[in-house]
């Protein structure tokens, strides 16, 4: 988050005179209390001052850098996750090629008549099966997929962090979000490399911290 010139001072002069009143460093300013306000309020807000009615502002001491840390750690799978793409398991791999096409996506994932997690395909799975001199219509997409139980999944109120670590860890794409059922996990969205890369443009250009 950029600070302006009024901003900097502000926290200056709450560093030095703290816990002071709105009026007070209006008066320093000379300046109005109404125009300090949205300055006091997006300082507050942004988590480098700390209002206590009736006492005043306090200065945090959390620098930039520090915030937005805090900020990132924050964010979680919910609010970030695309809709899920799945396949049957029974369906072939021709199949499922033509989904990833139509779909514009890089891995689907494969379920069963429950609708449960069963699988993984990734492009290049499909691009091995593919060179595989197989006949792709009549090969189930099951033969190939990475099976269950060895499928990293995520939950929708896991921190998108640490399904970042996971991608790089595992060296995979994505992760299928998943719900608990009774019947197994149920898929109910994605989290992919575009995912965190989108989450990093929106931190750029968010300048509410
Ligand atoms: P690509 O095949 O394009 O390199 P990935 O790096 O995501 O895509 O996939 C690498 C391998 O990991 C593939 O065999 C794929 O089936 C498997 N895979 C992909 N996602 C997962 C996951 N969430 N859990 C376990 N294995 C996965």
């Known amino acids: 988050m950029e600070l302006s010139n009024r901003q900097e001072k502000i926290i200056e002069i709450v560093k030095h005179n703290g816990p002071i009143t709105g009026e007070h460093i209006a008066e320093r300013l000379n300046l109005t209390r109404a125009t300090l306000r949205p300055d006091l309020a997006i300082l507050t807000m942004a988590g480098f001052l700390d209002a206590r009615p009736r006492v005043g502002y306090f200065y945090t001491g959390k620098t930039g850098s520090e915030l937005l840390t805090e900020k990132i750690k924050k964010y979680k799978v919910q609010e970030y996750h695309s809709v899920p793409i799945v396949v049957q398991e029974s369906a072939s791999v021709y199949d499922a090629i033509s989904t990833m096409f139509l779909e ?6 494969i379920i069963d008549e429950n609708s449960c997690l069963t699988g993984v395909v990734s492009r290049k799975d499909l691009l091995r099966a593919a060179i595989g001199n197989q006949d792709l219509s009549a090969l189930p997409v099951h033969i190939i997929m990475t099976r269950m139980p060895n499928i990293t999944v995520c939950r929708k109120e896991d921190f998108i962090i640490d399904v970042a670590k996971q991608l790089i860890n595992k060296q995979i794409d994505g992760l299928p979000v998943v719900k ?30």
């Open 104 to 109: 514009d996506v890089g891995t689907l994932s």
């Open 180 to 209: 608990d059922t009774p019947n197994g996990l149920e898929v109910i969205g994605r989290i992919t490399k575009t995912t965190i890369t989108k989450v990093f443009v929106e931190l750029i250009t968010d300048n509410q911290i």
